[in-house]
Protein backbone atom coordinates (compact mmCIF):
# COMPACT_ATOMS: atom_id res chain seq x y z
CA UNK A 1 0.00 0.00 0.00
CA UNK A 2 1.14 3.86 -1.04
CA UNK A 3 2.49 5.51 2.32
CA UNK A 4 -0.33 6.87 2.87
CA UNK A 5 -4.07 6.18 0.93
CA UNK A 6 -4.71 9.37 -1.11
CA UNK A 7 -8.10 10.38 -1.65
CA UNK A 8 -8.82 14.23 -2.88
CA UNK A 9 -12.06 15.80 -2.04
CA UNK A 10 -12.99 18.70 -4.65
CA UNK A 11 -12.71 21.06 -1.98
CA UNK A 12 -9.26 20.28 -0.72
CA UNK A 13 -6.22 22.18 -1.12
CA UNK A 14 -2.53 21.21 -1.95
CA UNK A 15 0.41 23.17 -0.78
CA UNK A 16 3.52 23.12 -3.24
CA UNK A 17 6.32 22.41 -1.35
CA UNK A 18 9.20 23.07 -4.35
CA UNK A 19 12.77 21.73 -3.93
CA UNK A 20 15.68 22.25 -6.60
CA UNK A 21 17.86 19.41 -7.09
CA UNK A 22 19.14 21.73 -9.95
CA UNK A 23 19.47 19.03 -12.50
CA UNK A 24 22.16 17.16 -10.37
CA UNK A 25 21.70 13.66 -9.02
CA UNK A 26 24.63 14.56 -6.55
CA UNK A 27 22.20 17.27 -5.24
CA UNK A 28 19.07 15.06 -5.73
CA UNK A 29 19.61 12.39 -2.86
CA UNK A 30 19.73 14.86 -0.49
CA UNK A 31 16.26 16.12 -2.34
CA UNK A 32 14.59 12.97 -2.22
CA UNK A 33 15.68 12.74 1.62
CA UNK A 34 14.52 15.91 2.86
CA UNK A 35 11.10 15.31 1.09
CA UNK A 36 10.75 11.62 2.10
CA UNK A 37 11.66 12.97 5.50
CA UNK A 38 8.24 14.86 5.91
CA UNK A 39 4.88 12.89 6.88
CA UNK A 40 2.86 15.44 5.75
CA UNK A 41 4.10 14.77 2.03
CA UNK A 42 1.63 12.78 0.25
CA UNK A 43 2.97 13.16 -3.26
CA UNK A 44 6.60 14.01 -5.18
CA UNK A 45 6.28 15.04 -8.29
CA UNK A 46 9.69 15.24 -9.86
CA UNK A 47 12.54 14.53 -10.31
CA UNK A 48 12.31 16.30 -13.54
CA UNK A 49 15.65 15.32 -15.18
CA UNK A 50 15.92 11.32 -15.47
CA UNK A 51 20.09 11.51 -14.09
CA UNK A 52 18.43 12.86 -10.74
CA UNK A 53 15.24 10.54 -10.86
CA UNK A 54 17.72 7.91 -10.96
CA UNK A 55 19.41 9.14 -8.07
CA UNK A 56 16.68 10.28 -5.93
CA UNK A 57 14.04 7.72 -6.70
CA UNK A 58 15.10 4.81 -4.62
CA UNK A 59 15.07 7.02 -1.40
CA UNK A 60 11.21 7.78 -2.24
CA UNK A 61 10.64 4.31 -2.64
CA UNK A 62 12.01 3.41 0.40
CA UNK A 63 9.00 5.10 2.46
CA UNK A 64 6.26 4.14 -0.51
CA UNK A 65 5.70 7.70 -1.33
CA UNK A 66 3.52 8.21 -4.53
CA UNK A 67 5.70 9.46 -7.11
CA UNK A 68 5.37 11.20 -10.54
CA UNK A 69 7.89 12.01 -12.77
CA UNK A 70 8.25 12.90 -16.52
CA UNK A 71 11.71 11.21 -16.90
CA UNK A 72 11.93 9.41 -19.60
CA UNK A 73 15.38 7.00 -19.17
CA UNK A 74 14.05 3.21 -19.31
CA UNK A 75 15.70 1.97 -16.45
CA UNK A 76 13.50 4.17 -14.42
CA UNK A 77 11.04 2.02 -14.98
CA UNK A 78 13.03 -0.93 -14.81
CA UNK A 79 13.41 -1.03 -11.34
CA UNK A 80 10.18 -2.27 -10.16
CA UNK A 81 9.11 0.63 -8.40
CA UNK A 82 5.33 0.51 -7.31
CA UNK A 83 5.13 4.10 -6.09
CA UNK A 84 6.19 5.72 -9.59
CA UNK A 85 4.28 6.53 -12.34
CA UNK A 86 5.29 8.21 -15.37
CA UNK A 87 2.93 8.96 -17.69
CA UNK A 88 4.87 9.95 -20.42
CA UNK A 89 7.09 7.70 -23.25
CA UNK A 90 10.59 6.49 -22.74
CA UNK A 91 13.21 7.34 -24.69
CA UNK A 92 13.03 3.97 -26.70
CA UNK A 93 9.93 5.33 -28.23
CA UNK A 94 11.00 9.42 -28.29
CA UNK A 95 14.18 8.59 -30.28
CA UNK A 96 12.12 6.12 -32.52
CA UNK A 97 9.06 8.05 -33.23
CA UNK A 98 10.78 11.50 -33.89
CA UNK A 99 13.30 10.52 -36.11
CA UNK A 100 10.53 8.19 -37.36
CA UNK A 101 8.58 11.25 -38.23
CA UNK A 102 10.89 13.74 -40.11
CA UNK A 103 11.96 11.07 -42.41
CA UNK A 104 8.50 10.15 -43.43
CA UNK A 105 7.06 13.89 -43.21
CA UNK A 106 10.64 15.38 -45.34
CA UNK A 107 11.95 12.52 -46.72
CA UNK A 108 15.21 13.06 -44.41
CA UNK A 109 17.99 10.58 -44.92
CA UNK A 110 21.07 12.86 -43.54
CA UNK A 111 20.81 14.01 -39.78
CA UNK A 112 23.06 16.10 -37.17
CA UNK A 113 22.27 14.86 -33.82
CA UNK A 114 23.41 16.40 -30.90
CA UNK A 115 22.79 16.18 -26.86
CA UNK A 116 23.83 17.27 -23.79
CA UNK A 117 25.21 13.99 -22.49
CA UNK A 118 22.79 13.65 -19.84
CA UNK A 119 20.80 10.57 -18.94
CA UNK A 120 17.97 12.23 -21.14
CA UNK A 121 19.74 13.41 -23.61
CA UNK A 122 22.16 10.33 -24.83
CA UNK A 123 19.46 8.19 -24.13
CA UNK A 124 16.75 9.55 -27.05
CA UNK A 125 20.30 10.39 -29.33
CA UNK A 126 21.19 6.76 -29.18
CA UNK A 127 17.76 4.99 -30.28
CA UNK A 128 17.65 8.29 -32.70
CA UNK A 129 20.94 7.44 -34.22
CA UNK A 130 20.03 3.53 -34.31
CA UNK A 131 17.11 4.36 -36.22
CA UNK A 132 18.50 6.49 -38.75
CA UNK A 133 20.87 3.72 -39.44
CA UNK A 134 18.35 0.83 -39.73
CA UNK A 135 16.52 3.36 -42.20
CA UNK A 136 19.13 3.43 -44.11
CA UNK A 137 20.16 6.98 -43.37
CA UNK A 138 23.10 8.93 -41.68
CA UNK A 139 23.94 10.72 -39.08
CA UNK A 140 26.67 12.99 -37.60
CA UNK A 141 27.31 13.30 -33.71
CA UNK A 142 27.79 16.64 -33.10
CA UNK A 143 30.00 17.40 -29.89
CA UNK A 144 28.42 18.48 -26.57
CA UNK A 145 27.95 22.84 -26.65
CA UNK A 146 26.46 24.85 -23.82
CA UNK A 147 25.21 27.81 -25.54
CA UNK A 148 23.11 28.96 -28.27
CA UNK A 149 26.25 30.55 -29.75
CA UNK A 150 28.06 27.33 -30.09
CA UNK A 151 25.23 25.61 -31.56
CA UNK A 152 25.04 28.46 -34.11
CA UNK A 153 28.54 27.40 -35.31
CA UNK A 154 28.11 24.12 -35.16
CA UNK A 155 24.48 24.14 -37.04
CA UNK A 156 26.79 25.54 -40.06
CA UNK A 157 28.47 21.95 -40.50
CA UNK A 158 24.53 20.36 -39.88
CA UNK A 159 23.80 22.56 -43.16
CA UNK A 160 20.58 21.14 -45.07
CA UNK A 161 20.55 18.18 -42.05
CA UNK A 162 17.76 18.13 -40.10
CA UNK A 163 18.83 18.38 -36.91
CA UNK A 164 17.93 17.06 -33.58
CA UNK A 165 18.45 18.13 -29.94
CA UNK A 166 18.13 16.74 -26.69
CA UNK A 167 18.75 19.24 -24.33
CA UNK A 168 17.65 19.70 -20.70
CA UNK A 169 18.49 23.14 -20.26
CA UNK A 170 17.07 26.72 -20.53
CA UNK A 171 19.51 27.22 -23.94
CA UNK A 172 17.20 24.97 -25.76
CA UNK A 173 14.90 26.45 -27.50
CA UNK A 174 17.15 29.07 -28.52
CA UNK A 175 19.06 26.42 -29.86
CA UNK A 176 16.51 24.57 -31.73
CA UNK A 177 15.29 27.91 -33.51
CA UNK A 178 18.84 29.57 -34.26
CA UNK A 179 17.24 32.47 -32.49
Do not use: Y
Not at 48 to 69: E, R, Y
Amino acid sequence: MLREKLVVKAAEQFVVVAEDDACDPKQAGTVAQKIADDPKNNVFIGHMCSGTTLAGSPIINKVNLPQVTLSSNPKITQNGWKNLFRPIANDNIQGKAGVAFVMRKFGAKKFALLNDKQAFGQGVTEVAKATIEKAGGSCEMLPRVNSAAAWKAKRKSAKGKPRLSNRTDNESAKMATGR
